[in-house]
C-alpha cells in the first residue's frame, strides 16, 4: 500500500511539474534595467507624481510630491506628502544607494529597517523627469520637478516604458 501511494504521489508531482514548466502560460517579464549615471546632489530637491501604479500605501493620495535631502552620513531623507480625504498627509523615510557599481538602484524606506528597490529607469539629462521601478513589475512612477509634463515628453516616456514590458494603461495619472 505504501508503495502504490508513493507511486501515485510521484506521478502527481512529476504532473504538476510539467504543468509548471508548460510552455503555453505567459510569463509577464519587464525590462527593469537602471541608468548607469546618477548625480545624487542633483537628484535630491522636490518631485511631482505625475503617474503611478496605485497601491494600498498611496490610494486616494492627490497632489504628491517627494522631497529628497542628502544627509551628512550619505543618506537620503524622504519625505513624500500629499492630499487624502482632503487632508494633507506626510510620510517620512530614508533611501540609500545600494551601490557604486550600479548608481541607479537605490532602497527605499518608510518603517523601521524594512527596506524596498527604488530603480532609476529612465532619467533626462536635466533631471526634469524620471521613471522609478522596482525589481518586480508591480511598482512604477513617473516624477517631474514640474506638476505637469509636457504632453510630448509623457508620450515618449509612456512610450518607453511600454518597450520595457511594463502595463501603462495600469497607470493612474496623479491630480495635482
Known amino acids: 500500500m505504501k508503495k502504490i501511494l508513493k507511486s501515485v504521489i510521484a506521478i502527481g508531482l512529476l504532473g504538476f511539474i510539467a504543468t509548471s514548466c508548460s510552455s503555453n502560460k505567459s510569463v509577464k517579464t519587464v525590462d527593469n534595467s537602471t541608468v548607469k549615471q546618477v548625480d545624487v546632489t542633483r537628484y535630491m530637491g522636490q518631485w511631482y507624481e505625475i503617474a503611478r501604479y496605485d497601491h494600498s500605501f498611496e490610494e486616494g493620495l492627490t497632489h504628491v510630491k517627494a522631497n529628497y535631502r542628502l544627509l551628512s552620513n550619505g543618506k537620503i531623507e524622504v519625505i513624500n506628502s500629499g492630499i487624502k480625504d482632503g487632508k494633507f498627509k506626510v510620510k517620512k523615510g530614508k533611501a540609500r544607494q545600494i551601490s557604486i557599481k550600479d548608481p541607479g ?3 527605499v524606506s518608510f518603517f523601521l529597517w524594512f527596506y524596498s528597490d ?23 512612477w513617473i516624477l517631474s520637478r514640474t506638476p505637469q509634463l509636457e504632453e510630448s515628453i509623457k508620450q515618449g516616456l509612456l512610450a518607453k516604458i511600454a518597450e520595457r514590458g511594463y502595463d501603462t494603461t495600469a497607470l493612474y495619472f496623479v491630480p495635482q
Open 118 to 140: 527604488y530603480y532609476i529607469m529612465e532619467l533626462d539629462k536635466n533631471y526634469n523627469y524620471v521613471v522609478v521601478g522596482s525589481s518586480s513589475d508591480k511598482y512604477l
Open 105 to 107: 538602484k537605490l532602497e
